[in-house]
Nanobody
Framework: QVQLVESGGGLVQAGGSLRLSCVAS????????MGWFRQAPGKKREFVAG????????YYADSVKGRFTISRDNAKNTVYLQMNSLKPEDTAVYYC?????????????WGQGTQVTVSS
């Protein structure tokens, strides 16, 4: 069974930084794309960043481009989200997810989330 466990959330002032981590277990980590999503109170969950199985390809939501960086360490079964220049509108629960198939498709497995709160 695939398990994803996020950590690294917290309270930070606007302009600050946080690094989120997500450790995966239950299957071979390196074969699958990974992503980060977030959900703010009263809003739908939205895509933040994604990374290919080998880290060669990354993609971002327009709202975080230039501020957030996704990366992965396949030896540690871990994906990261480095968040810089944080804004109050980045406040949300952040989730990591992985795709169910090595060839793509939907994000089928999700972590429990970690809270990020950015104060103004």
């Amino acid at each position: 069974q695939v398990q994803l466990v996020e950590s690294g959330g917290g309270l930070v002032q606007a302009g600050g930084s946080l690094r989120l981590s997500c450790v995966a277990s239950g299957r071979t980590f390196s074969g699958y794309a990974m992503g980060w999503f977030r959900q703010a109170p009263g809003k739908k969950r939205e895509f933040v960043a994604g990374i290919s199985w080998n880290g060669d390809t990354t993609y971002y939501a327009d709202s975080v481009k230039g501020r957030f960086t996704i990366s992965r360490d396949n030896a540690k079964n871990t994906v990261y989200l480095q968040m810089n220049s944080l804004k109050p509108e980045d406040t949300a629960v952040y989730y990591c997810a992985t795709k169910g198939s090595e060839t793509g498709g939907s994000y089928d497995y999700w972590g429990q989330g970690t809270q990020v709160t950015v104060s103004s």
